[in-house]
Each structure stands twice: as structure tokens, then as C-alpha cells.
């Protein structure tokens, strides 16, 4: 059906700005974006035949409205061109906002897939907003080190109030729908089944152009003070609750405390325009001054250069990126359980989990169903989904029942004979030429590893090292053998990105980049403990993982970490590495030479104590060396509120 444009209506889509020369998916609000909204919009209030407008991302309503700011223009000195004007007249998001909020016209935003960031805030400047379900709105700025600096802090809080403000903000969410914007009043209205959201924003327009100027002047929110809450809840109490919940300002919570700093100044000051001025200085302030922003950008690129793309469609490819796939996982211990659970929450199955050991086997899958019925109980797992996840998960105590899997990944112990005999088995056991062989290393050859496959498999084996606890943790080293084809990597970062993780192509060497990069300061941190600890007024390890978290920003310290992984995995890899004492023998390691730094503390928790770790229970590995163990407890349980635990 083809819809009639009103001759009286401007329909600006914000699509059109983008030069043909640089494809812009998101409608990412740069420069010349900001031009051309500029320049539309002023055509439009000026036009005396016009008598209201439209904003929507594309003219067919499809796709999305806009992702926000383009975040690359953060780097220079403009402020990313949110609140500092650049050389040449190109406008600001606020300039955009303050006039589309000024238009003696009525300017209805029409709202599809993805409104985030400097795209909500140009929304909430509009006197109406209409979207169809596709809808997807939030602020997510406190995730990249900044605040809302469009006046999202100041609009939001008067539009749908103090509660709904500070969900959205302090949490940076990106998921909010349209069901919840007519809740919360972010939105006027969705689109009925029979039309479409351009057809929806139309009728709004020409029923709007007809109301008298008083009636558009009351949808100006910088005319609007914040309403009471719903629940009657006082609006200070709200930003003193959720100060209490942020992390530490020295641990990473600079953003997240500037963002109810200027939540707070949308109630606490007289007028709208203290309230911009507070937004403005907080914004600029992160944007130049904070090194914790800085990072948190960093990292934002440095994980979707990481990740890259594929331009693989093979049929493989195409059924695994598509989350369709028979998978399979060698070992049900800690590392192996969690990869089966994340294969099994993106759709994949079977799920084929094998150990030689029945009652680890066993262990393993009563784990593995525990916590998806738990997931699905925190709402993780849709209900209704939850019967099909669980009997996709299949086990065996054969490597046979591997034979028709298109991914096998390997997450035994690190012994590299022992990996090397299970491919040697997978070499003559899976039938399928093009299966992913994928090993769980994360430290040893990965060519090494390889050798014991025949010459065609070796293109389709390399490494898939997952971080513990692995259905958790989002990062995944994929590491190039020699003879890993481009197709492969390909494959496995798709695959694992459909398993909602960050893959990260890294060099086959020692320890690759991760455990790299942990080895030299979890090796000093032993050492203090071997060196300092004990006795009532010693090191302990709470000490350690708190200064490197309080003072290094640090999610976690290297206690912490080999609490949740396992003692016994960093034994292993120094076992693998003829360092560690053999317990029989008593004979040192021969690779540990006499000038080595090295203490056997961390060996004797493994071999004379049984210290574990959470996979046996024992999570206070070190209660011999510090009476008070309520700072590591603590310290856990931040690491698991970081990393969206608890």
C-alpha cells in the first residue's frame, strides 16, 4: 500500500544526510548528519506551507532511527560535537535538540529499531514521539565513560520521571521497548498492525498542527518540572538509593556518579537551562579530563576492531551463524560445563557433553541443568524455551557419539599428551571433513596440538579458549595455528558471537594474550603472599585483590580469579611447564632453574590441601595466611554484580 504524503508535512528522514561515499547504517548523528538536520529543519519552520514535521531514520520506516553520536568524533577537541561548536558553523547535537524543541511547529519523531544515545535525545526535543514494535531506546553514554550531554538528563527525568531516568541512564540500557516507553510516557503512541510508523507519525502531525500554540508549547519539556513518583517515593531518596549501588568512583564509577549528579540537578535546580549547564560541565569534564573514560572508549573499539567481520556464507557458516549446529564438548569439568551452557542458551544442539569419568559426567550435566533452570527463573530464559534448552544437552562417556558434530571443542586439563591422543581419536571419529576441531588451551601449542590430526583437519583446528567461569565471562581467544584457514577463524568468531561473547583473534604462543598478560603480576602477588603473609597482622589475600582493584581498576584480583577458575588449572599449566615439585620424588621441576623466582605456595594448595577453590567448595583457599576473609567475600560478590551475576 502506498502512503499519501501530506502536502503540508515536511518528512525529514535523517538517513538522507549521510554522503553517498560513506555508508551509514546506524544513522550515526555526525557532522554532516547534524548539517543536514540543521539545514532541513530550518527549511521546514520557514516554509509557510508547511505545517508540521516528521523526523524518521529512513522514508520507508524501516531500520533504525538513530544509534547516536558518532562516537569517533570523541577523539578531537569538539566534544564530539555535542556541546562544543565546531569551526565552520557545523551545528551541535544540543544546537539540533534546542531547535527542534523551539519549532513554533509541531515536529513528531518517528521512532523504529534502534533510538540510543544522541538519537533518544533528539527524540525527546520532539513534541511527540510514535514508534512501531521494532523500537529499541535508551541511553547507554555511562557504558563508553560519559553522561547523556544532549539534555538526555534534563529531558528524560521531566518527561517520564526521577525512577524511569534513572534506570535508562545510570544503567545504560539499550533494551527499553515500546511497550515500556507508553508506560513511562516516553511515547505518544505506537503504530497499529494495519500501519505503518510513517502512517502513525502522520496522523499525529496533521492532528497536532491544529492545536492551538498553547497546547504545543506544554509538550516543551524545557517548560516541564520533574512529577512526583508514582509510588510516592521522594525523587532525592531515588539518587541517594542508587549512589548506594554504583561502584566506587576510584573503581570505575566516575561516569555512573555523574550521571545521578546530573539526574539529581533536573529536581534540585530552578530551571531547565542550570540544569543543561550542570549536564554540560559533567559531560565535558568526563570527555577531557577522565582516564577511566578514556579507557571505557578504548575498550568500546578495541572490541569491534577485535571481532571484525566475515564475509564467509558457506552453508556451515550460514546454519552456525544462525545458531544451528550439533556441538561438541570433551570434559564436564568447570570449564567444559560452562561452554556446553553457553552453546545451549544461543539455540545450538545437540549438545553432546562427554567425560570418561561417569560421575564427573554426571556432576557436570546435574550443574549444567541446575543453572539454566535457575536462568531461567532470574528470566534469562524464556519459560517457554526452557523444555527445548535442557533435552538439547546429550551425554556420553564415548568419544564416538562425536561423529557427527560440526564444532567439537576440547576442555580437558592442560596436559599436552593427553590433548593430543583425544585429536589423534577425533581425527578417525568425525565423519564431517569441514568439522570445527577446536581445543579450550589457554597456554599450550596449539601446532602442537594440531600435529596429531591429519593434514586436511589441520586447517579446521585451532584454538577456542574460554575464560572462567566460561558461560560468564564474554571474552574468547581464537587462536591461528599455522595452518588455520582464514574460513575457520572466520567461523569461530561468528559462532562466537553468537554465543553473545567478544572473540579476539590472537598468535599461537605461550600463554597467548590473556594468561600473557596475568602470569607476571599473579606471579608477584604469590610472592608477596609467600613473602608477607601469615600471622595476625600479615598479608592477606583480600589485601592483594583489593589494592589491585581499589587502585589498578581491576574487575578482580588474581585470588579472586583462581577462586572462581579452579587452583588446580595454574598447577597444571606449571606442572605442563616442568616447574612445580614432583610430589612423589620430591624432585624439583627440571625447567625451574636455581635463580628463578619462584614460591611453592600456590603448589601446596593444590597437592598438600586440596585447595580447589568454588568447584570444590573450598572457597577460602587461604584461611591459613589471614584471619579475616569478609573483605575477599565482598570482593567476590562485586566481581559478580560487574560482570552481571547478581
Known amino acids: 500500500m502506498t502512503t499519501i504524503l501530506p502536502s503540508d508535512t515536511a518528512i525529514i528522514a535523517i538517513a538522507n544526510g549521510a554522503p553517498l561515499n560513506k555508508p551509514n547504517p546506524v544513522n550515526a548523528l555526525g557532522a554532516p548528519i547534524r548539517q543536514y538536520l540543521q539545514t532541513s529543519l530550518k527549511k521546514a519552520i520557514d516554509d509557510p506551507n508547511i505545517q508540521a514535521i516528521v523526523l524518521i531514520g529512513r522514508h520507508d520506516g524501516k531500520g533504525v532511527f538513530s544509534a547516536g553520536a558518532d562516537i569517533k568524533e570523541f577523539s578531537g577537541s569538539s566534544g564530539g560535537s555535542v556541546t562544543i561548536s565546531e569551526a565552520g558553523g557545523i551545528p551541535t547535537l544540543n544546537d539540533i535538540a534546542h531547535l527542534m524543541e523551539r519549532s513554533p511547529k509541531p515536529i513528531v519523531a518517528a521512532l523504529t529499531g534502534a533510538c540510543l544515545g544522541g538519537g533518544m535525545e533528539l527524540a525527546l526535543a520532539a513534541q511527540y514521539r510514535v514508534a512501531d514494535n521494532t523500537l529499541r531506546y535508551g541511553l547507554p553514554e555511562v557504558k563508553i565513560g560519559l553522561i547523556p550531554g544532549a539534555g538526555g538528563t ?28 507508553l508506560k513511562f510516557h516516553f511515547l505518544d503512541g505506537v503504530a497499529s498492525e494495519d500501519e505503518t510508523v510513517l502512517e502513525c507519525a502522520l496522523r499525529w502531525a496533521g492532528w497536532a498542527s491544529n492545536l492551538p500554540s498553547v497546547s504545543l508549547d506544554s509538550r516543551r519539556l524545557c ?103 550439533t556441538i561438541g564438548v570433551i570434559g564436564a569439568g568447570t570449564m567444559g560445563r560452562g561452554i556446553a551452557i553457553s552453546f545451549l542458551r544461543a539455540g545450538f544442539g545437540p549438545v553432546i557433553l562427554v567425560d570418561v569419568n561417569e560421575k564427573g559426567l554426571k556432576d557436570g550435566v546435574q550443574y549444567i541443568l541446575s543453572t539454566l533452570e535457575g536462568e531461567a527463573k532470574k528470566g534469562r530464559i524464556h519459560p517457554s524455551k526452557l523444555g527445548a534448552v535442557m533435552t538439547s544437552l546429550q551425554s556420553s562417556t564415548s568419544l564416538s557419539d562425536l561423529a557427527d558434530c560440526d564444532i567439537i571443542v576440547e576442555a580437558v586439563f592442560e596436559n599436552l599428551n593427553v590433548k593430543r591422543e583425544i585429536f589423534s581419536k577425533l581425527d578417525t571419529i568425525s565423519k564431517k571433513m569441514d568439522a570445527l576441531l577446536l581445543s579450550n588451551t589457554s597456554t599450550l601449542d596449539v601446532d602442537a596440538i594440531a600435529s596429531s590430526l591429519s593434514q586436511p583437519r589441520r586447517a579446521f583446528c585451532a584454538g577456542m579458549h574460554f575464560f572462567s567461569p566460561a558461560h560468564i565471562m564474554k571474552l574468547v581467544e581464537v587462536v591461528r595455528g599455522k595452518d588455520t584457514s582464514t574460513d575457520t577463524l572466520d567461523i569461530i568468531c561468528a559462532v562466537s558471537k553468537r554465543i553473545r561473547k567478544v572473540p579476539v583473534v590472537v598468535g599461537n604462543c605461550d600463554g597467548f594474550v590473556g594468561n600473557r598478560m596475568l602470569h607476571p603480576y599473579s606471579t608477584e602477588s604469590t610472592l608477596l603472599l609467600a613473602e608477607y603473609g601469615g600471622g595476625d597482622n600479615g598479608l592477606g589475600v583480600a589485601d592483594v585483590d583489593d589494592a589491585l582493584s581499589r587502585y589498578f581498576g581491576m574487575a578482580a584480583g588474581p585470588f579472586l580469579i583462581f577462586d572462581i577458575a579452579g587452583n588446580d588449572i595454574g598447577y597444571n599449566i606449571r606442572r605442563e611447564k616442568g616447574l612445580v615439585r614432583d610430589p612423589k620424588t620430591g624432585q624439583v621441576g627440571p625447567n625451574r632453574s636455581a635463580q628463578m623466582r619462584y614460591t611453592e605456595l600456590a603448589d601446596e594448595m593444590v597437592v598438600k590441601f586440596g585447595r580447589m577453590g568454588q568447584k570444590t567448595m573450598k572457597v577460602n583457599k587461604y584461611d591459613c595466611l589471614t584471619s579475616s576473609l569478609a573483605p575477599f567475600s565482598d570482593l567476590f560478590k562485586q566481581f559478580m554484580t560487574f560482570v552481571g551475576v547478581v
Open 154 to 181: 534534563q529531558r528524560l527525568p521531566r518527561l517520564c520521571g526521577a525512577r524511569h531516568a534513572l534506570d535508562v541512564i545510570v544503567r545504560g540500557r539499550i533494551n527499553c521497548s515500546a511497550k515500556e516507553g
Open 223 to 325: 517548560h516541564r518540572s520533574v512529577p512526583p513518583d508514582a509510588e510516592g517515593v521522594d525523587k532525592t531518596d531515588m539518587c541517594d538509593f542508587a549512589m548506594q549501588s554504583l561502584p566506587s568512583v576510584e573503581r570505575g564509577g566516575e561516569s555512573a556518579h555523574a550521571t545521578v549528579k546530573a539526574i539529581r540537578a533536573s529536581f534540585e535546580l530552578s530551571s531547565f537551562r542550570e540544569g543543561m549547564e550542570v549536564e554540560k560541565n559533567l559531560f565535558n569534564d568526563l570527555l577531557y579530563h577522565s582516564l577511566q573514560g578514556r579507557a571505557y572508549r578504548h575498550i568500546f573499539f578495541a572490541e569491534r576492531s577485535a571481532s571484525g567481520s566475515s564475509s564467509i556464507r558457506n552453508k556451515q557458516s550460514s546454519q552456525l551463524r544462525q545458531g544451528k549446529g
